[in-house]
């Protein structure tokens, strides 16, 4: 209902499941239930691994909802739609028999406005959070590469008329230190270079100690 003010906290897990769990507990802490959009095929993380299947799971202990973060560039370009469409199901079902969960809604990551206008939808039969009911009805706001592109949304117009809002954060972006975007992947990099050497340490006694401390 239009006429209802409500606001839709959408968040797209690009890199960083760890943020992206320090962000729920912020909201549930606040009583606030969000969506959160993971990807199931990324090179940043693994959501079937032991740590961040763990993630996804508490975020969802506290009440949010989990949606799939649809990455269309993992396909190759020359696919037909309904192959697409085919895949983006697969992964949909994927996830929700791991985490025993319903996805209702998917997000599709760095969306090409080609992708977005396809009749009927990649997601079919589940929507996307680009339609124009969650867009042009709906005032949407977004993060993306660390601003926010349409305006702060506390000083925006939809907020002080009480108008319906969807508010897209990425967790990458949001830490109790201030840096930019540009310092915030370069500190990404370096803890997975990090976590990288300590994995393969774990797995591999070959794995020379010195490039631990390096």
């Known amino acids: 209902d239009a ?3 409500f606001v839709l906290m959408r968040h797209d ?6 943020n992206a769990l320090e962000l729920a507990r912020i909201e ?5 239930r969000a969506s959160y959009f993971f990807m199931l095929r990324t090179e940043y993380y693994n959501v079937f691994s032991s740590d961040v299947s763990g993630i996804v ?7 949010h909802m989990l949606g799939l973060h649809f990455d269309r560039a993992a396909y190759s370009a020359e696919l037909s739609a ?14 929700q028999q791991w985490f025993s969960t319903s996805i209702n809604i998917v997000s599709y990551h760095r969306p090409d406005p080609v992708d977005v206008a396809v009749q009927p939808p990649l997601s079919s039969p589940l929507p996307h959070v680009y339609l124009p009911l969650y867009t042009n009805e709906i005032t949407y706001l977004s993060d993306s590469r ?5 305006g702060y949304p506390l000083e925006h117009d939809a907020f002080a008329s009480r108008r319906p809002m969807q508010i897209l954060t990425h967790p990458i972006w949001w830490s ?6 540009v310092e915030t992947l370069l500190a990404l990099e370096r803890a997975k270079i990090v976590e990288l050497r300590r994995s393969m340490a774990r797995n591999c006694v070959v794995y020379p100690q010195a490039s631990l401390d390096g």
């Open 176 to 181: 109790r230190s201030k840096s930019s975007p």
């Open 13 to 18: 897990v690009d890199f960083d499941p760890v």
């Open 3 to 5: 006429d209802v003010p």
């Open 57 to 63: 799971r508490r975020i969802l202990d506290m009440g």
């Open 146 to 150: 660390g601003r926010w592109r349409h």
């Open 28 to 32: 549930h802490a606040r009583g606030i």
């Open 82 to 95: 309904p192959v697409l469409t085919a895949g983006c199901a697969r992964e949909v079902d994927c996830m």
